[in-house]
């Protein structure tokens, strides 16, 4: 593992598949050190070798589970002593689509730890690092469904109007500093077959809105490095999340996800 401090990192959450590993390497591929972090037996040593073999920059790797407040902590004071950190991206997430009453307490709090709580708590232990860079940046991962209550759903896209909001504010707050805060809103990805797959129950519209996670990747960092704040992924799900009042949307984006549970 690289501890050089004269090195400066991208920092990614939830890198081991999907979004974040796009993430990961876009960063590589254009030359920024990255460290990848995501949970336990996720592969997250191959792809580092991968990362580092093709794109020759430095690669450093944490296994952690987000659910357990010690686990953030320990992680993030070790980051803070071994590397210097100029662009943070919080990825990780978790969710699902089932009925509230079939779920167990577990389940409702491993989304709010992982969504809310550790994005808070990763974001307020790293900025002191990030602040000590001549620029640096924060990317929140949103969803779409921040937009739009929905049921089968329900704690899920509460935790993510809290990423949003949060994003938006902490933006406003370190306007004048040399860290800029950026947010994007992605809908559902083509991050595995198996999600491909439920999303695609939805119909028309869940076949219409399904991203690839590269070309999200590209654009959110493209967007990152400009400056821009809210970064608009995707007009069409933005334009039916948005612009469509609660009592059309509601009933029918619950409807729509009502095929996947």
Known sequence: MNTQK???YALITGASQGLGKEFAISLAKRKHNVILVSLPNQNLKELANYI????GVKVSYFEADFSSDESVILL???LNKNFEINILINNAGTGGTKKIEDVSLNYVTTIIQVNVKATAVFTHQLLSNLKRQSRSYILNVSSIAAF???GYKTVYPASKAFVHSFSLGLSEELKDS????SVINPGAMKTNPEITARIEKQGFLGKLT???????????L???FKGTTFILINPMSWFLSVLLPNWIKVPMMTNIVKREA
């Open 6 to 8: 004269d090195q400066k």
């Open 52 to 55: 580092q073999s093709s794109f």
């Open 76 to 78: 993030t004071n070790e």
């Open 148 to 150: 739009a209550p929905v």
């Open 178 to 181: 040399n860290i800029s805060v």
């Open 210 to 220: 399904l991203l690839h996670p590269k070309k999200v990747a590209e654009y959110s």
């Open 222 to 224: 493209t967007k990152m």
